[in-house]
């Protein structure tokens, strides 16, 4: 999958088959828009496209009017959304940086100079919900009718449902604040996760319980940066590492705490801290930093909380630990129970 940024790119496909949206999450609904851009794509003779952007235009608007705090809470960071749209087979990817400009652009403006004459498209595949230019003033109706003008198809894609409930990233990011781990999974097709680069941190992880473990290391975590002022899911998890022992190793179980870590720190931004159960020997101390992971976020434990001093912090952290150890130990029970049913 190739990835550009904005519609003025030489190695851009000159015409495609071309869905626009969001794609928060890269949801269940989602998958099924792409299947069938994929699809018509081939049918077509064409590459699939999908145009997405960024900042979130409700980002925007929020932050245009002074009041962040309405934006949406994201659920994927950029680098898992484009994951998600490569593992579902989309040729290129058009990020488009949603700015001043770009909002007070006209539909029909929107339609001539990104759609035809800087995509090419042929083929335009949108939500039923699906509203565009400057004031939304742009719909499904007005765009079939300059597909009509200037010689490209529109179809459009009624909502996706799964157990009669609409499939919706709204929705999701409902199941993300309730900590409803399964019903995200439902709606995801997939497990909840976060993947990145395991950086540096303030390493105060290390100190934490250092004493009554009866280790060095104490609570030592892998740090990966959520980078948006508001994530739709936080708290403290049950979790699972996958890539520290490398792309076909054993993912590693763990505990984690997605949030703003109100008691030792006041800067507000988002981190994912996942302290590993076992930790893998073959790393040795230091050999976590660096490496792709992808941490799925399995069952949520509590909420995120500010205690009196660390010492409270450090009784929370393993009593975390215990809760982890044993959703671990009662799941593989399940597991191995289910496997006894169906032999």
């Not at 699939?48 to 659920?75: L, Y």
């Not at 800087?118 to 949108?126: D, K, T």
């Not at 950086?199 to 030592?220: V, Y």
């Not at 215990?322 to 029970?333: E, G, I």
Request: hydrophobic fraction near 40%; charged fraction near 25%.
């Amino acid at each position: 999958m190739r990835v550009f940024r904005g519609i003025h790119h030489p190695d851009l496909a000159p015409a495609c088959a071309l869905t626009i949206g969001n794609f928060d999450g890269v949801h269940r609904g989602h998958q099924a828009m792409l299947a069938l851009l994929n699809n018509e794509a081939r049918h077509r003779g064409l590459p699939s496209c999908v145009m997405t952007f960024e900042p979130h235009p409700r980002d925007f608007f929020a932050r245009k009017a002074g009041t962040p705090e309405k934006a949406p809470a994201r659920i994927a960071t950029l680098r898992d959304k484009l994951l998600e749209l490569e593992r579902c087979g989309v040729d290129q990817v058009v990020l488009m940086r949603f700015d001043e400009r770009l909002a007070g652009q006209s539909p029909q403006a929107f339609i001539d100079d990104v759609l035809v004459r800087g995509l090419g498209a042929r083929y335009v595949l949108v939500g039923d919900d699906f509203r565009f230019g400057a004031k939304r003033a742009g719909d499904y109706a007005m765009l079939d009718a300059a597909g009509n003008a200037a010689g490209f198809d529109v179809a459009r894609m009624l909502s996706y449902e799964v157990h009669g409930q609409r499939v919706s990233s709204s929705a999701t990011r409902d199941a993300l604040a309730q900590g409803d781990m399964a019903r995200t999974a439902e709606l995801l097709g997939r497990p909840y996760s976060v993947s990145g680069h395991v950086t540096h941190g303030r390493k105060l992880g290390r100190g934490l319980g250092a004493t009554a473990e009866g280790a060095s290391d104490g609570f030592r975590t892998l740090n990966l940066r959520f980078p948006f002022h508001r994530s739709a899911a936080a708290g403290i998890y049950v979790v699972r590492v996958h890539g520290l022992t490398g792309p076909t190793g054993r993912p590693v179980d763990g505990v984690a705490s997605l949030g703003v870590r109100p008691t030792v720190e006041d800067a507000g931004r988002i981190l994912l801290e996942t302290h590993c159960l076992d930790w893998p020997a073959e790393l040795g101390r230091e050999g976590g930093y660096g490496k792709l992971v992808r941490v799925e976020l399995l069952h949520k434990l509590r909420d995120e909380a500010r205690y009196d001093g660390l010492d409270a912090l450090t009784t929370a952290i393993r009593q975390d630990v215990v809760n982890a150890r044993q959703w671990f130990d009662t799941h593989a029970a399940d597991r191995r129970q289910t496997t006894r049913d169906r032999i």
